[in-house]
């Protein structure tokens, strides 16, 4: 009885699938790109504004970073897990203290006339400052921001601040952005020490 040959298989078109197959894949995946923090900056102002007055001291919450990413708040040094509650203390001064900042009657609906805090925290870094410590010190301070946001719609709304986002309740939002406005002002960052 004679041998029968195995049947070759046609390997010319192998190349052909993969070829799709890889244009395929790369024209269906989707890669995110939002990386980065959300910042607005201030439009240049005009050389004939006059400047604008100076903010008192203790409406400044001051933190720097240096470049052996150590943070000094308020003159005292800080672990980062710490900055949250102290920054929170900052920016609603609860007990009215006259070491922290002081306080306007605003209009603000829903809430009527509120008493609203005159704060701003100063972000300064150092050039050697890693971006690690950065994004923290920029992540604490958000969520500082957003806690208190939070518990004000929390007890005033009954939802979370973040519902009120979602759920597009911009009359909301905008009354609970008065009441707690985000002022973060963040300086060029400066070659002075530990590098």
Known sequence: MAKREAPEIN????????FLLLVFFLVT??????MGMMRKLPPTLPPDMPKPPPIKDRNVFV???NANDQ????G?????SELKEAAKEFIANPLNKDELPEKKQVEVKYFGN????????SLQNDNGTSYKLYLQVQNEL???????????????????????VEDKEKDKVKAIKKVYPQ???EAEPKNVGGN
């Open 11 to 18: 390997a010319g078109s192998m190349a052909d699938i993969a």
């Open 63 to 65: 933190v720097l970073a």
């Open 114 to 121: 509120v008493m609203v805090s005159k704060q701003v925290i």
């Open 71 to 74: 943070l000094l708040v308020e």
């Open 29 to 34: 995946t989707t890669m995110d790109s939002d």
């Open 76 to 80: 005292e040094l800080m672990d980062i």
């Open 142 to 164: 958000a969520a500082a921001y957003n806690e208190l946001r939070d518990d004000l719609a929390m007890r005033e709304f009954g939802v979370s601040y973040k519902s009120l």
């Open 183 to 185: 002022r973060i002002s």
